[in-house]
């Protein structure tokens, strides 16, 4: 996984890693130039879409690792913050029913890391990587609008 700021000089190079990546990041300043509205929104179908969400962060208690066996997120925050957890899979107790492209596991873990995104901030996550998103980190920041972009693997 890739954690970074998108006004970092590294997404050119990423970017260049693969060209839906570099899409995204164009797309991020279209979508924050334009206040896209909440919904998902179909580029190519099954290989690259994004969904615009709002939502009010979650205890970690209501929280669950997910695995992703097919696509790469770009999780971008453009207000609030979150913390993100990340685990290897197999530390991990498993959760519900597998859904779609998801495989869950329970948030109980003594070993995962942990980290804040703040506005203006993102994470590239590859498939085969645990992670929990959307944790509330602070109470006065608990309020998130986020890009996630699913790019086919």
Sequence with gaps: MIITDIKSKELSLYA???PY???AFED???IIAEKTEVGKYIVEEDTYFYMVQEYEAKEPQDSKFEVHEKFIDIQ???EGEEEI????PERLKPGKEPKGDNVYYLIDSDTCDTTILSAGELAIIFPG???AP???HSEDKKNVR???FKIKY
Excluded: Q
């Design 16 to 18: 260049k890693s693969n």
């Design 21 to 23: 990546f570099a899409r």
């Design 28 to 30: 991020i300043e279209k």
């Design 76 to 78: 971008v925050v453009l």
């Design 85 to 88: 957890r990340f685990d290897l």
């Design 129 to 131: 990587e645990a992670h």
């Design 134 to 136: 959307g944790i509330r």
């Design 146 to 148: 986020k890009i996630v």
